[in-house]
């Protein structure tokens, strides 16, 4: 499903993959969705990114409450809540030559990721960033409003529990930049175990970080559950 983004705000192009196919990650995942324009998606995605944060410093307590709801209606009341805010219609493209309308399109997880990176960001180091053992259960509530594969969604948390520090890395750096495929191979050892078992999934950078955002910032605003030994 594709969502447009706060449609009075940004003069931006459609928010797409990267452009280069990237090798497999893991042991079951590979490239999602199709290339686009490099320099234009390089440029919308981070674009994306400042006004998620620019919106979570204008908004945060809308933000907050997107990210917080398990209740479908309530999401996409939420979301058209921070659609009409004006308050980072600033934010812009850095190339004007890639202008080409009044709206960054965008798929939900994505935005969704998006807004839960720019939160983390602004906690700074106040988060939990020890691994956890082993849990039985990867499924969490929250994924009835991600507008992701489930799989995805556990294989994120999965990941954002055993190695937190490894997402925190990948948060660190700038997004579609070489050092950004750097820290997501170095997550590839905890990624393709944390895929659910029968599970076969493709993704991009863009999807992968916005579901590892979204995973760690959950995480980080409550209290993780009790975990038991178990093979995955």
């Known amino acids: 499903m594709k969502a447009k983004i706060l449609g009075t705000l940004l003069v931006a192009a459609l928010v797409a993959?990267?452009?280069e196919t990237e090798p497999p990650t893991g042991s079951r995942l590979g490239e999602r969705l199709k290339?686009?324009?490099?320099?234009?998606?390089?440029?919308?995605?981070?674009?994306?990114?400042?006004?998620?944060?620019c919106l979570y410093l204008k908004r945060t307590a809308e933000v907050v409450r997107f990210l917080n709801t398990v209740s479908d209606e309530e999401s996409r009341r939420y979301a058209r809540t921070l659609s009409r805010s004006i308050e980072c219609s600033s934010v812009t493209l850095s190339d004007p030559d890639f202008v080409e309308g009044t709206a960054v399109g965008t798929?939900?997880?994505?935005?969704?990721?998006?807004?839960?990176e720019?939160?983390?960001g602004k906690m700074g180091h106040d988060i939990a960033l020890e691994a956890l053992p082993t849990s039985v259960d990867y499924r969490r509530d929250w994924f009835?409003?991600?507008g992701r594969p489930a799989a995805v969604d556990e294989m994120a948390v999965c990941t954002a529990d055993r190695d937190p520090a490894g997402v925190r890395a990948l948060m660190a750096t700038t997004p579609e930049a070489p050092e950004e495929r750097v820290a997501v191979q170095a997550l590839s050892p905890t990624l393709g175990p944390c895929l659910p078992q029968g599970a076969t999934l493709k993704a991009n950078r863009l999807s992968l970080r916005a579901a590892l955002a979204e995973a760690?910032?959950?995480?980080?605003v409550a209290p993780p559950r009790a975990a038991a030994p178990a093979t995955r």
Do not use: E, F, N
Not at 216 to 220: G, K, W
């Open 17 to 19: 993959p990267p452009a």
């Open 35 to 53: 290339p686009g324009h490099p320099r234009a998606d390089q440029d919308a995605v981070r674009t994306g990114h400042r006004l998620a944060t």
């Open 107 to 116: 798929s939900s997880d994505v935005w969704r990721g998006m807004l839960a």
């Open 118 to 120: 720019a939160a983390l």
């Open 144 to 146: 009835a409003v991600t």
């Open 216 to 220: 760690l910032y959950h995480r980080a």
